[in-house]
């Protein structure tokens, strides 16, 4: 009898386990209310901030702007924030220099800030020893002198340089080839250059035209201000025109049939002064060669800075913030040529992307 009220009790038990385990799965597949009622508000608030701050006319460059009235917005809750500009110049670079000291002294002196649409673009420029040479991603663009180019082995970086373009950085350079043996693994498969002669005639003139992939480049170049405070001209015109003399001292190409449109820089004769190439790796990061030309040319420098600024990549996180599942917001819009913010402007189309959320 024992036995048996034993037996019940057990079968009694399994029952009620098996009761609450069902009840558990049940209970747990119920939407949240309150987690979805969380996104529907930050999308209602996502769309008002994002919306009536672009009709105040907000300058979404403005990274002290931005953060300033979207905190105000958001005081008094947990809610993280983010914004990121598509097709935008970052404002403040840091700029490795793998180089010698004559080198880098001249990268830093002319390096110098400008302002384009109301931004200002800084560049923070620090030495690379070519004795403890490394590529760390926490620099925007390495500047590659002849403290790295010149060194006995510069093709056993090759692998560290394709990680580090992979990263979306950039890798600048300024070298003249005169002989096909200084056409090494590092020119050939991270620069994309060949040996080839062309013959140089007449002045150098920009290739790319208006909707060309590297055209920024040239925007930039024509808007950023040399120390004289002045732009050079041409842009909508007839484009600046640089003298050979002092720009082109090489006998190289672009390796790859059909990519004519990487010869940012060239003269009538064909012979490029500058060559550069986006999506490297996988699809990522930027590369800039130059021709080294005469280092007290002031259209040279601007160039160096214009090139400099386009390698970096052209997303910039104006208000960085982390959070978890966040719902995000898109706007685009241009900035006139006539730029409502305040000094040089610049025609720009842009894509703002506002991510709202909570840190967990």
């Not at 939407?31 to 608030?45: K, N």
């Not at 800030?113 to 390495?142: A, H, L, Q, T």
């Not at 002064?273 to 699809?283: L, N, P, T």
């Amino acid at each position: 009898m024992k036995t048996k009220k034993a037996f019940i009790h057990v079968v009694e038990i399994v029952i009620i386990t098996l009761v609450v385990f069902i009840l558990v799965v049940q209970f747990s597949t119920v939407p949240r209310a309150r987690s979805d009622w969380e996104r529907a508000e930050l999308i209602s608030l996502g769309n008002d901030i994002i919306s009536v701050l672009d009709r105040k006319g907000i300058n979404w460059l403005n990274s002290t702007e931005v953060n300033r009235s979207i905190s105000r917005v958001l005081s008094g809750t947990n809610i993280m924030y983010d914004v990121t500009v598509y097709n935008a110049i970052q404002s403040n670079l840091s700029i490795g220099c793998i180089c010698n000291d004559q080198e880098y002294r001249l990268l830093k002196q002319n390096l110098t800030p400008f302002r384009i649409n109301g931004e200002k673009v800084e560049f923070n420029v620090y030495k690379i020893f070519p004795s403890r040479i490394s590529f760390p991603v926490v620099y925007d663009v390495i500047f590659l002198g002849d403290g790295f180019l010149t060194s006995s082995s510069p093709d056993l970086y090759v692998t560290e340089m394709k990680n580090y373009l992979k990263r979306g950085r950039g890798l600048v350079e300024m070298q003249d080839f005169t002989r096909m043996i200084q056409i090494t693994r590092v020119q050939s498969e991270v620069f994309k250059l060949q040996y080839g002669t062309a013959s140089t005639s007449g002045t150098l003139s920009f290739t790319p035209k208006p909707g060309d992939r590297f055209y920024n480049l040239v925007k930039y170049f024509h808007r950023i201000t040399n120390v004289t405070g002045n732009t050079y001209p041409g842009l909508y015109t007839t484009p600046y025109s640089f003298t050979a003399s002092g720009m082109l001292n090489n006998n190289v190409k672009a390796n790859a049939t059909g990519n004519d449109d990487r010869l940012i820089l060239r003269d009538s004769g064909g012979a490029p002064s500058m060559i550069a190439d986006e999506g490297v790796v996988d699809g990522f990061g930027r590369t800039v060669w130059m021709s080294k030309g005469d280092a007290n040319r002031e259209d040279r420098w601007v160039l160096t800075r214009a090139a400099i600024a386009w390698a970096a990549g052209d997303v910039y996180s104006v208000a960085p913030g982390f959070m978890a599942s966040p719902v995000t917001f898109s706007l685009f819009k241009s900035i006139p040529e006539s730029n409502p913010y305040g000094g040089v402007g610049m025609y720009q189309p842009l894509e703002v992307i506002l991510s709202l959320g909570y840190i967990f």
